[in-house]
């Protein structure tokens, strides 16, 4: 069974620029969460989405959005990048029941974003 | 948001050495997980403990929801156990969002 799949693993941008970041969960897992890990705040939620809609969103300014797709693949995207949204961004999945997740978050290998 | 402290910052132990990180969080919660971040960044799940104690191999996981805290061993340790442990628990009331301790940073010396 396969993972969780997180694409681009690194990529270097410069300030203003916007970057897309995917994530494709484990096979039957409707629920998708996305963190950034920084030294500073280390993990901090961004959001979760489930059957394309997004039930939590943490405290980012609206420059970090995400939409999940039919097949429950995610996309995050960041827009006017600043120096500070350098960061590894990780992405969850996990199966739901009720609305809620059930059981583990299984974490991809997260992408590397590095802002000049 | 639910707090979530974890103790010791940093452990440094000898080879063989057994250990027992603690995570404390401040509210009831409905999940908790111990990871186990690679030198890559990737969290490796440990465990999925939101209450009661759990056994594999070497590790193992108690967690007293009652009393707000888990608690992850290590015995006999070994170096491929050096890296930064982190414990996740889940909001009870929305189920959806999980708060991160700052982890505990092993090392594990020959």
């Known amino acids: 069974k396969a993972g969780v799949t997180q694409t681009p693993r690194y990529l270097i941008k410069t300030r203003g620029q916007q970057v897309t970041l995917s994530c494709s969960p484990i096979?039957?897992?409707?629920?998708v969460s996305w963190y950034q890990q920084t030294p500073g705040q280390g993990l901090q939620f961004l959001f979760e989405?489930?059957?394309?809609?997004?039930?939590n969103k943490g405290n980012f300014p609206g420059r970090f959005s995400g939409r999940q797709f039919s097949n429950s693949r995610s996309e995050m995207n960041v827009s006017t990048l600043e120096l500070g949204d350098s960061a590894l961004y990780l992405c969850?999945?996990?199966?739901?029941?009720?609305?809620?997740?059930?059981?583990?978050?299984?974490f991809g290998e997260g992408s590397r974003l590095t802002v000049l | 948001g639910i707090q979530v402290e974890q103790s010791p910052p940093d452990l440094i132990l000898q080879e063989g050495a057994n250990s027992t990180l603690r995570c404390n969080f401040s509210?009831?919660?409905?999940?908790l997980q111990w990871f186990h971040q690679n030198p890559w960044g990737q969290l490796i799940n440990l465990f999925y403990?939101?209450?009661g104690t759990k056994q594999n191999g070497r590790l193992s996981a108690t967690t007293v929801a009652t009393e707000r805290y888990s608690l992850l061993y290590i015995s006999s340790s070994q170096t491929t156990d050096s890296g930064v442990y982190f414990c996740?628990?889940?909001?009870?009331?929305?189920?959806?969002?999980?708060?991160f301790g700052t982890g505990t940073s092993l090392t594990v010396i020959p």
């Open positions: 403990i939101p209450s």
């Open positions: 996740a628990v889940g909001d009870s009331n929305t189920g959806n969002q999980f708060y």
């Open positions: 989405y489930f059957s394309e809609t997004q039930r």
């Open positions: 969850a999945s996990s199966l739901a029941y009720g609305g809620r997740i059930a059981g583990e978050l299984f």
């Open positions: 096979s039957g897992h409707r629920s």
């Open positions: 509210d009831s919660v409905n999940n």
